[in-house]
């Protein structure tokens, strides 16, 4: 039985070299030790920089690798959530992002996959994602392969058209602005409480639609981007979160009418409401 700690630690490598990237319980299975001491040591590890640890989580549990095992961490790409998967397919097809571009449920995406998205700016000061595996000096070789694509325009277009199109294209670049502004905030306010993002449901002008979870429970979060909201609103919500059948909470950038809140309070004792026939 091992028992000098150096000799544990040198087998904990050993074995993360032979198996690759790998979980707590694992290790510990290999090396004969409780996962409780067996986490121990692996933080131990970190610390003193000899192995790496995985943003992503298993459950609750990271994933530990050494270094050049980075590669080998694409199989644990089955555990991101859903569209930190969409994310991450997208990224590893196109092997560079800009970050402009994309949706904003994808630029959040992208930013919570740590393991496999890496960001970096052009001269421009632009921000760009490129594929953990790829490098920077990868993304010349790609623009030099768009430049050489021969682009054919549409010349029948009148101009009227074309000033319409062009206003129609700012007022949507200005809506996906707005509503990706508005998606940050909403992400630090979740963050700030300890609630996560799970899924984003849906992206409307005013509204987000967002699977959240704390350490208790997931529902189902409706955000509206304005200062009054009305019980149609609140009516929608509720609908949507029995369609998922989950509970759901609404917050805005106001209070409450007060007469929603008084009906609220009035419900909260109620036991029953009937018609007389």
């Known amino acids: 039985m091992i028992q000098n700690t150096s000799e544990i630690k040198e087998k904990i490598i050993s074995v993360l070299k032979e198996r690759g990237p790998s979980l707590p319980i694992q290790i510990s299975r290999e090396v ?3 996962p409780l001491f067996a986490s121990a040591f692996l933080s131990e590890l ?23 095992q980075e590669p080998l961490m694409e199989k644990f790409s089955d555990y991101l959530k859903s569209k930190e998967k969409e994310a991450f397919n997208l990224l590893r097809e196109r092997k560079f992002l800009k970050d402009g571009e994309q949706q904003p449920a994808i630029r959040v995406a992208l930013r919570e996959i740590k393991d496999f998205a890496i ?8 921000i760009f994602w490129r594929y953990f595996t790829e490098s920077e000096e990868d993304l010349n070789k790609e623009k030099s392969q768009q430049k050489s694509t021969i682009e054919i325009k549409d010349t029948s277009e009148k101009p009227a058209e074309k000033i319409k199109s062009k206003r129609k294209s700012v007022k949507s670049k200005a809506g996906q602005k707005q509503s990706e502004k508005f998606l940050e905030r ?36 409706v955000a509206y981007n304005k200062k009054k909201i009305s019980e149609k609103e609140i009516i929608k919500a509720s609908k949507k979160a029995t369609e998922m059948g989950m509970k ?15 009906l609220m309070e009035s419900l909260k004792n109620m036991e029953n409401i009937e018609k007389i026939e």
């Not at 409480?193 to 959240?212: A, M, P, Y």
């Open 186 to 221: 909403v992400r630090e306010f979740l963050s700030n409480s300890g609630t996560e993002i799970s899924n984003i449901e849906n992206i409307g002008k005013n509204e987000l639609v967002l699977k959240v979870k704390n350490s208790t429970s997931e529902i189902i979060l």
């Open 248 to 262: 759901y909470s609404v917050i805005s950038l106001g209070n409450l009418p007060k007469k929603i809140i008084d």
């Open 119 to 126: 960001p970096f700016r052009n001269q421009d000061g632009e």
């Open 46 to 68: 970190f610390s003193e920089k000899r192995i790496k640890i995985s943003h992503l989580r298993v459950g609750n549990s990271p994933v530990y690798f050494v270094q050049g």
């Open 32 to 34: 004969e030790l409780s």
